[in-house]
């Protein structure tokens, strides 16, 4: 054996100091520094001076046990037997390796796996005697771990009780506690809404949740389980892998719907394929699959190894979370000015693209997540998301990294940063003066949802404004096909279809024209709203705060007048007295201290509207504190903001005298329907439909519901107990129709 050198031993020592460290991190505090891969690394590491110095191996190295170390606040399990952990493949070439080792010791040509997602959650040992949910456990290190019964008989899909019948007396089902990604997100942000640390992953989470010491915790927390193998039994289950799980199923316990059999390698690669196309869909986090020896006899003569069965493999998919270095933070400026801060990584793998930069949101997050340039950092990277850095690892931080503090000017155009009260972004001050905002903003301008024109992307419009062939959107409108083909990369044909494309944006929609300006916070929906409201341009270029509010109610009525006027018209007396839905009938109405003039205004209100069934005084009051629905205060006032501005107001001017239109925008047509024109009164109690309901159907129709019969009345729908309206009816000869007839007439 050779004598280990100084340094080996040195370097063995701080990977024992390392791994002891980030252990605690992990199975302790279930709030680990380290991506998983880092950490296998680490360990990898020791794993190999210990292989080549094995006269180091100490009893105690972290290498020498199974998994965590158990709780001391919980009580210790020993488990009857020992629970074991998996290989892992990370390639097809090691599964194939694994698959030939199998077929090798059991002499066979192929065999039968049962393949299963590998769930990232914690592993659970639950013991039913009698069919009664006796005790439950955490791995702990495999063979002693911790008694978690009282937090586990919260989690709903486990039964306290095994269902039907047939289970043996003694029965160790294991399985995995997981915590879903929509619960998994809900409780982050109720941890943060609480000021308490998020949890770094759904693993952690569910991890953190067991260990609770307050059962009722563990019981708000929305953890899962799926059973995947059992541990001790009396006697057999069947004698397949699978066939112990339905069997377990057929209890009343949850397996994953994933779980199947598969033949062969290929099989289980197929497995692998399929299941990663499907990982971010899933509604719980998996870190790769697992295949077993499906038939229990072929388990049995394959054996274990160590702490893993022969038998099984888990084929494990590329890690999600990496460490990089942050090597720098740089500002990108948006079309509003916003600034927001990016990180630049040293280029890393992450779920298998190469990852180099992550936004990092505004500045008060990097403060939050404390990220100093220089750090390694996780870098997380799900699906299609965006890569997102989530937190430095402190313990690897050399030395003293100066905190980071935003620079408070614009990186383009060095005007002064500025920020509204309460918010966390910093923009711009430079508007239409940034170069920046301005290519931003242009772009916007031309993109699909906005301008739409063809044949001018966001490369060409930088190509553009670099050349300064253009200052503004308004400049495009000049462009000429000389100025065209003389830049880089660009032919004839693709500068005539670009001209074409401008030409062509020239007519438009109001709203699309609106969203193209960019005002800030005026979106897609926004624009709409405002287009149909407003109608024209210069109505809305001139339109005050007060032109955004809503009237309500009539010119001149206060809140006294309005009950007095609502008292009036609610009274059945006045209603049966007065043709309320003849104008003139109104004249006749003398009400003190409201004048005539004022009476009329309601009078047409409600003739247009038809009179309700009762009159609500804050209807009539005028009160202009309604904002038009999907319109603020704030996007009103930077609306106007906007329109104030003299450069804004030259490129639009701009924009139209190049040529830019669209069809006005009419009032809404309302689309005639059948009863249109018709007065409608109601009475009585409709079994078929309430009041209201019937109202509205009406209503949908095209017919006016009035609550008084006149002459005008057209019919008169009675329902059971219908009052003296009925009588008013048969004496003016107004047809009334039963609720019969009335059925008959919507259908
Ligand atoms: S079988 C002897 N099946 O992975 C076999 N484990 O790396 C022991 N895990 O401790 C485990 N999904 O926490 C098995 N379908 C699955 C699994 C699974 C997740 C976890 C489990 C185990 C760890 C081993």
């Known amino acids: 054996m050779k004598n280990p050198p100084q340094e080996a031993i040195s370097q063995l020592n701080k990977l024992r100091e390392q791994i002891a460290y980030h252990n605690e991190r992990y199975y302790v505090y279930d709030a680990p520094e380290l991506p998983d ?22 009893p105690s190295s972290p290498t020498q046990r199974v998994g965590g170390a158990p709780l001391s606040a919980f009580s210790s399990v020993k488990h009857r037997v020992p629970m074991l952990s998996l290989a892992n493949a990370f390639s097809p070439q090691e599964v194939a390796a694994f698959d030939r080792g199998v077929c090798k010791k059991l002499a066979i040509e192929q065999v039968s796996y049962a393949a299963e997602p ?11 005697q009698q069919g009664e949910l006796q005790q439950a456990a955490t791995r702990g290190d495999g063979v002693t771990g911790e008694d978690v019964t009282l937090n586990v008989r919260t989690i709903k899909s486990i039964p306290l009780a095994l269902r039907g019948e047939g289970y043996p007396h003694t029965l160790e089902v294991r399985g995995e506690v997981f915590m879903p990604k929509k619960g ?3 409780l982050n942000q109720q941890q943060q809404q609480r000021g308490e640390k998020p949890f770094a992953n759904p693993r952690n989470a569910a991890a953190g949740s067991l260990r609770q010491l307050d059962a009722a915790v563990a019981a708000s927390r929305p953890l899962a389980f799926y059973c995947y193998g059992v541990g001790y039994v009396e006697g057999a289950l069947t004698t397949s892998h699978i066939g112990n799980l339905k069997q377990l199923q057929h209890w009343g316990l949850p397996i994953s719907p994933e779980v199947t059999v598969v033949e062969g390698v290929d099989g289980c690669l197929a497995y692998h394929r399929d299941i990663l196309q499907r990982r971010d869909p899933l509604p719980y986090e998996i870190d790769g699959v697992v295949y077993k020896v499906n038939d229990l006899a072929q388990q049995a003569q394959l054996g274990s190894v160590a702490r893993a069965p022969r038998w099984a493999i888990a084929h494990k998919f590329p890690a999600q979370e990496e460490m990089t270095e942050l090597l720098a933070i740089d500002i990108q400026v948006g079309r509003t000015g916003a600034l927001t801060p990016v990180a630049r990584l040293a280029p890393v793998q992450v779920g298998g693209v190469v990852v180099t930069n992550a936004t990092l949101h505004n ?40 905190r980071y503090v935003m620079k408070k000017t614009c990186p383009v155009c060095h005007s002064e940063a500025v920020k509204e009260h309460g918010m966390a972004v910093w923009r711009c001050s430079g508007g239409l003066f940034c170069d ?11 993109s699909r ?3 739409d024109i063809d044949g001018l992307g966001s490369k060409l419009v930088e190509q553009l404004m670099d050349e300064q062939l253009i200052k503004d959107a308004s400049d495009l409108y000049k462009l000429t096909e000389d100025q065209l083909v003389a830049l880089d990369r660009m032919g004839e044909k693709s500068a005539k279809n670009t001209l074409k494309g401008i030409e062509k944006s020239k007519s438009t929609q109001f709203a699309k024209f609106l969203f193209a300006l960019g005002i800030p916070s005026v979106g897609e929906e926004t624009a709409k709203i405002l287009a149909d409201y407003f109608k024209s341009l210069p109505a809305l270029m001139a339109a005050k705060l007060s032109d955004y509010l809503v009237k309500k109610g009539v010119k001149g ?24 839905e003849n104008p003139a009938a109104w004249q006749k109405i003398e009400l003190r201290g409201v004048a005539q003039s004022t009476l009329m205004a309601v009078a047409k209100i409600f003739q247009k509207r038809g009179l309700p069934e009762r009159v609500n005084p804050s209807d009539l009051e005028n009160k202009n ?3 038009i629905p999907g319109v603020g205060e704030l996007t009103a006032k930077s609306i106007i903001a906007f329109f104030n501005q003299p450069h804004n107001r030259e490129v639009i001017d701009k924009l139209l005298v190049a040529g830019i239109h669209w069809p006005a925008i009419e009032e809404k047509a309302v689309e005639a329907g059948p009863l249109d024109g018709q007065i409608v009164v109601i009475t009585g109690t409709l079994s078929h439909m309430s009041r209201d309901e019937a109202k509205r159907r009406l209503q949908a129709l095209g017919a006016k519901v009035s609550s008084s019969v006149s002459k005008k009345t057209s019919f008169v729908v009675a329902g059971s107990d219908p009052g003296s309206k009925v009588e008013k009816a048969t004496r003016l000869g107004v047809e009334v129709k039963d609720e019969q007839m009335f059925m008959a007439l919507l259908a």
């Open 37 to 58: 891969a880092e950490y296998d690394k680490l360990f990898a590491q020791l794993q190999a001076l210990e292989l080549r110095y094995p006269q180091l191996i100490t």
């Open 118 to 128: 590998k769930l990232d959650g914690l592993a659970i040992s639950l013991f039913y």
């Open 184 to 186: 998994f997100l809900k």
């Open 363 to 402: 500045e008060e997050e990097i403060q939050r997540k404390d990220l100093r340039v220089g750090d390694q950092v996780i870098v997380r990277r799900a699906g299609d998301v965006i890569p997102e850095v989530v937190a430095p690892i402190i313990s690897y931080r050399k030395g003293e990294l100066p």
């Open 436 to 446: 920046a905002q301005r290519k931003e903003s242009i772009k916007h301008f031309v």
């Open 449 to 451: 949802r906005a301008m």
């Open 557 to 580: 009525i206060g809140p006294k007048s309005a009950h007095k006027i609502a008292d009036f018209l609610n009274d059945d007396k006045n209603r049966e007295r007065y043709d309320l």
């Open 625 to 627: 504190s309604v904002m």
